[in-house]
């Protein structure tokens, strides 16, 4: 009997040595032929106890990689794309040898770049590399890391954490997901080993005098410019992971995050990329690398040029959620119950929202009046393209039916919904938190519903959007232009027709010239203090014409109610004059006369030359602007909200205003235009104007965000 009791034990000790973490089971048993690759980098590090945090991060690796996935890869013909990329890597350290940051922009350096750029550029035209190509597949990463690129990744990450300056402070739990992981964005399909990045940034990167994360981050763009225009022109038309930097045309924020990402892990920068997957007044969704110092201090790159996620203005996200590369206890993937259905970007255990990093936030719980099998819930917001988005999730109180969320952000629009397979359920009123405004009163939650839900009555709509302030600040600095009249080239005769003396509203308007006779000239001067015309249209004007002429009725003036509509019947029949693009062959595309009130005219001058003299009676111009008013022949639809949006309706405009009948008062409403333009914002509707959300009614305060350093 002792035999075998003894045999059994041995075994039981063998087994317990040889199993490792039941995550890690779980990961070598999805790896299939790929397990042994996995279990050599394991065994690497778990027979060297002086390997022991090693061992640690090796685990963590592989008991996380089941989460993780490539739909695409990349593959390279051959190896002329590395050796050109090569070429250039000596060709630009040599460019750049002894350059002091503080002579990188000079005016030598500058064209000296341009120099090796378009040599180089003419020797690679000659002997072009092949470019990849995508195989587009599912390429789970625990059957497809090898063993030699987690060991050398692994190594890497070790090396910067012990000795880079900006990685050396970090906790094991912070080096975990901030240094280690070969993937930045969850679900993007391509990645890079760290040695590699590191063997292709670090020089560059190390050459900054000054060893601050702005300076560095120069030497990076600098270097990824650089080489990129030193390859002949790609028409790369797909993704291509790392090289997405130096070749073809496809570049958006998440590629350029998740490459900025991994260069700066690799070089030893503490860095993480997150995401939003809204704005409270745009389209779209974004992603930014964050970036941690020694002192706990966070900087943002976000190349794109586009709201940075730190702007204390409307056009924030209302919430922010981190790529993360290990699974989040807290994650509505973890929380859900069994077959609860999950939004698309919440359908992983890799996200962890930092809503409370960017914005001050508050708790809310909410009361439900129905069961729900559901464990989570979530606060929507608006969105132009989808109507509403995911913001933040909460977690439901079956037993005193409530619904508890983590991070409410001030003045935020919320509307309180769960999901029934493909179905967004509302089980509350839209509202929203305002802050407090001394440290001595609380927060307030504000339901914006009906007060008396069965009322109806009339709509007269002008816009679909608010006027955007940056324009009008534009349409400020006209003040001051001039339009002038003259019978020489020349305007050595010019006379003054008028002069823009207050702020244009953003929309056609008139003038009315001081002098009217026939000139061959007309034009625009925009004033010395803004040299900048500015115009988005503009027109000038006669009812003296003839059939010969050609010319084209003038663009009506706006009119914005019913009461204005006989005005323009009793008008005069006004035409435009045509330029002479005989000679100024540019002036049939300039902007300032095209009817598309969007595009600006940059010059400081807006030039009219004419076949021959001609009377100018009316100038009609606009400022440049983004054509959010009711525009004549567009086609909209009203919604409102009444637990999901409803169609109130459909109309033409023939006019620049819109007027719905009896329609439901008293709600959230939201004016499509179905014939144009993706800006839409929604609005309530108070003794008979539009009062947009976030500029009329619901006004984020500057307190209520935190203030970042950004970097382009």
Same mark, same amino acid.
């Given at each position: ?432 938190? $305002?802050?407090? =405004?001394? #440290?001595?009163?609380? &927060?307030? *939650?504000?339901?914006? /519903? @009906? ?5 109806? !009555? ?87 014409? $003839?059939?010969? =002429?050609? #010319?084209?009725?003038? &663009?009506? *003036?706006?009119?914005? /109610? @019913? ?5 323009? !019947? ?90 719905? =009948? ?51």
């Amino acid at each position: 009997m002792k035999p075998i009791l003894y045999s059994i034990l041995i075994c039981t000790l063998i087994l317990a040595c040889t199993r490792y973490p039941a995550g890690v089971e779980e990961t070598l048993s999805q790896a299939g032929r790929n397990r042994g690759e996995l279990k050599k980098v394991l065994r690497h590090y778990r027979e060297h106890p002086e390997d022991s945090l090693k061992y640690q991060a090796a685990c963590f690796l592989i008991d996380n990689m089941k989460w993780h996935l490539s739909t695409e890869r990349t593959v390279f013909p051959d190896s002329s794309l590395f050796e050109w990329h090569t070429r250039f890597d000596s060709l630009y350290t040599n460019m750049m040898l002894r350059i002091p940051d503080s002579t990188l922009y000079s005016e030598r350096n500058r064209e000296r770049y341009w120099q090796f750029s378009y040599a180089a550029r003419q020797v690679a035209s000659v002997f072009p590399p092949d470019t990849p190509t995508i195989v587009k597949g599912t390429f789970p990463d625990p059957q497809n890391i090898s063993s030699a690129f987690l060991i050398s990744h692994i190594e890497n990450a070790f090396h910067t954490w012990h000795t880079s300056p900006y990685a050396s402070y970090l906790t094991f739990g912070q080096f975990k997901e901030m240094i280690l992981p070969y993937r930045a964005v969850t679900g993007y399909p391509f990645y890079e080993n760290g040695q590699r990045l590191s063997d292709m940034f670090g020089k560059h990167l190390a050459k900054s005098d000054e060893k601050t994360y702005a300076k560095i981050i120069t030497r990076y763009n600098l270097y990824k410019n650089g080489i990129r225009q030193m390859f002949p022109n790609y028409q790369q038309t797909q993704h291509v992971g790392t090289y997405d930097m130096f070749i073809g045309q496809h570049h958006d924020c998440i590629s350029i995050a998740d490459n900025f990402c991994h260069v700066f892990r690799a070089y030893g920068i503490p860095t993480v990329v997150d995401c939003n997957l809204s704005y409270r007044e745009r389209s779209g969704r974004h992603f930014h690398c964050t970036l941690l110092d020694s002192t706990g201090k966070r900087f943002k790159y976000n190349q794109t040029m586009n709201y940075t996620a730190s702007t204390p203005s409307t056009s924030a996200s209302p919430s922010f959620f981190r790529n993360t590369f290990g699974a989040q206890a807290d994650s509505p993937f973890m929380l859900k119950a069994e077959g609860e259905t999950l939004p698309d970007y919440f359908d992983t255990p890799c996200i962890r929202e930092v809503t409370n990093e960017n914005y001050r936030v508050a708790p809310v719980q909410l009361p439900i009046e129905k069961e729900l099998s559901n464990n989570l819930v979530y606060l929507y917001t608006f969105n132009v393209s989808q109507g509403l988005i995911p913001a933040t999730w909460g977690t439901v109180d079956h037993q005193h039916r409530k619904a508890w969320f983590k991070n409410v952000v001030y003045n935020v629009l919320y509307f309180p919904v769960y999901l029934k397979g493909d179905s967004i359920i509302p089980f509350a009123s839209p509202f929203y938190i $305002t802050s407090p =405004d001394t #440290l001595y009163t609380s &927060t307030t *939650l504000v339901p914006v /519903s @009906p007060e008396q839900p069965g009322k109806r !009555g009339q709509l007269l709509l002008q816009r679909k959007y608010p006027e955007k302030a940056y324009l009008k600040y534009r349409a400020s600095l006209m003040v001051g232009g001039r339009f002038e009249a003259a019978n020489r080239e020349d305007f050595k005769d010019s006379v003054l027709l008028g002069t823009i003396k207050t702020t244009p509203i953003l929309n056609l308007q008139e003038l009315t010239p001081e002098i009217c006779r026939p000139f061959r000239y007309y034009r625009y001067v925009a004033p010395d203090s803004f040299p900048t015309s500015n115009m988005g249209l503009l027109e000038f004007l006669t009812d003296e014409y $003839t059939p010969e =002429d050609s #010319l084209q009725p003038a &663009t009506a *003036l706006p009119v914005y /109610s @019913p009461g204005e509509i006989n005005r323009n !019947g009793s008008e005069k029949r006004y035409c435009k004059l045509q330029a002479d693009t005989s000679k100024y062959s540019y002036l049939r595309y300039y902007s300032a006369y095209n009817p598309n009130m969007q595009y600006s005219s940059y010059g400081k001058i807006d030039l009219m030359p004419l076949k021959r003299s001609m009377k100018v009676k009316k100038i009609r111009y606009a400022p440049a602007n983004a054509e959010n008013h009711i525009v004549v022949g567009h086609s909209y639809q009203l919604m409102y909200w009444d637990n999901g949006w409803k169609n109130a309706g459909t109309r033409l405009a023939r006019y620049n205003f819109l007027q719905f =009948d009896n329609v439901p008062l008293d709600r959230i409403y939201w004016l499509r235009d179905l014939t144009a333009g993706k800006e839409e914002h929604p609005f309530l509707y108070k003794d008979g104007k539009q009062l947009f959300i976030y500029h009329d009614t619901i006004v984020p305060r500057a307190a209520e965000f935190y203030h970042f350093e950004s970097h382009f």
